[in-house]
């Protein structure tokens, strides 16, 4: 029995996890914070105000910063049990 996993848990941490991820990864790439952009650089979308409060120096709008980060829109639901299932038999 090796199933230290709650999923409750590993869900909450995921969410923190990819928020906090986000933030570092943008301190992490540009030293200094610049302005944020009222607009994305991107696509022009304005950016709302809690974004860029949130992320200082914040470029992209939500969908051009995951687009680029690569990662798929964050979904609450995701069961992955019958795969893990199917290893134990
Ligand atoms: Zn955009």
């Known amino acids: 029995m090796a199933g230290g996993w709650s999923r409750d848990g590993a869900?909450?941490?995921?969410?923190?996890?990819?928020?906090?991820?986000?933030?570092?990864?943008?301190?992490?790439?540009?030293?200094?914070?610049?302005?944020?952009?009222?607009?994305c650089a991107e696509c022009d979308e304005p950016i709302p105000e809690r974004r860029r409060a949130a992320i200082p120096g914040v470029k992209l709008c939500v969908d051009c910063q995951q687009e680029r980060d690569g990662r798929p829109v964050a979904r609450g639901g995701v069961n992955r049990r019958g795969s893990k299932d199917s290893q134990l038999k």
Do not use: F, M, W, Y
Not at 17 to 32: F, H, M, T, V, Y
């Open 11 to 39: 869900v909450n941490e995921q969410i923190d996890a990819s928020i906090q991820d986000e933030l570092l990864r943008l301190k992490a790439r540009r030293g200094p914070v610049g302005e944020s952009l009222t607009h």
